[in-house]
């Protein structure tokens, strides 16, 4: 109904979640939040082909690793940023005060 506001949680692959807020409305010129969405809504196939697919055993490797440093402090990943997709935020480094620095991917 025009005008209503709902509350969306969405779990992600297993240590992801999100929740947002939609708010239904008829107003979707290209400046409208509705036409941006829309606008951006347009790559969400590309985008989802471009997932990498791994094996369940190579997630369990990945998760134990994640663990492994868990509150480590100085610490700094290891993982590779050319995979994300652009404009991704990503952690860089933790330092000895567990301060963590984020870098964001290029948008090209």
Same mark, same amino acid.
């Given at each position: #109904?025009?005008? /209503?506001?709902?509350?969306?949680?969405?779990?992600?692959?297993?240590?992801?979640?999100?929740?947002?807020?939609?708010?239904?409305?008829?107003?979707?010129?290209?400046?409208?939040?509705?036409?941006? #969405?829309?606008?951006?809504?347009?790559?969400?196939?590309?985008?989802?082909?471009?997932?990498?697919?791994?094996?369940?055993?190579?997630?369990?490797?990945? #998760?134990?690793?994640?663990?492994?440093?868990?509150?480590?402090?100085?610490?700094?990943?290891?993982?590779? /940023?050319?995979?994300?997709?652009?404009?991704?935020?990503?952690?860089?480094?933790?330092?000895?005060?567990?301060?963590?620095?984020?870098?964001?991917?290029?948008?090209?």
């Amino acid at each position: #109904m025009l005008g /209503s506001q709902s509350i969306v949680f969405s779990y992600g692959s297993g240590y992801a979640s999100a929740m947002f807020e939609i708010r239904v409305s008829n107003h979707a010129s290209p400046d409208s939040w509705l036409g941006k #969405m829309l606008e951006r809504s347009k790559s969400i196939r590309k985008r989802l082909a471009e997932r990498v697919k791994i094996s369940p055993a190579e997630f369990e490797e990945r #998760m134990k690793a994640r663990e492994a440093v868990y509150g480590k402090a100085p610490f700094n990943p290891i993982a590779a /940023s050319d995979k994300l997709f652009p404009g991704t935020y990503y952690l860089t480094s933790v330092d000895a005060n567990h301060k963590r620095a984020y870098t964001r991917r290029s948008l090209q």
